[in-house]
């Protein structure tokens, strides 16, 4: 599986921002997408997941001003971002949670700079 992410960029405090995540390859074997972010000096962490069945999960800081979302095709994941702040800044990662054989693997995609400022 290869993840192709886009979206990222300077916006100013309460803007909004799409961020697109394309998979390709093995993409039946995907049951979870996903974005989580890193923002400087702190650890990566969850911001939303979309099941294969649609189910959604949010971080609580998220929510209610980012939406997760996929194309039918599910090969395509959007994060819509609303009411940007400051502290939203960091490098946003797409992720992949497959089950290839017996094996579960995550495949990540190479991370969107989103930077928040006015």
């Known amino acids: 599986v290869q993840l192709q992410a886009s979206g990222g960029g300077l916006v100013q405090p309460g803007g909004s921002l799409t961020l697109s995540c394309a998979a390709s390859?093995?993409?039946?074997?995907?049951?979870?997408m996903g974005w989580y972010r890193q923002a400087p000096g702190k650890q990566r962490e969850l911001v939303a997941t979309?099941?294969?069945?649609?189910?959604?999960n949010y971080a609580d800081t998220v929510k209610g001003r980012f939406t997760i979302s996929r194309t039918n095709a599910k090969n395509t994941v959007f994060l819509q971002i609303n009411s940007l702040k400051p502290e939203d800044t960091a490098v946003y990662y797409c992720?992949?949670?497959?089950?290839?054989?017996?094996?579960?693997?995550?495949?990540w995609g190479q991370g969107t700079l989103v930077t928040v400022s006015s």
């Open positions: 992720n992949a949670f497959a089950r290839v054989g017996v094996r579960d693997i995550d495949y």
């Open positions: 390859g093995n993409i039946f074997s995907i049951s979870v």
């Open positions: 979309i099941a294969r069945l649609g189910s959604t």
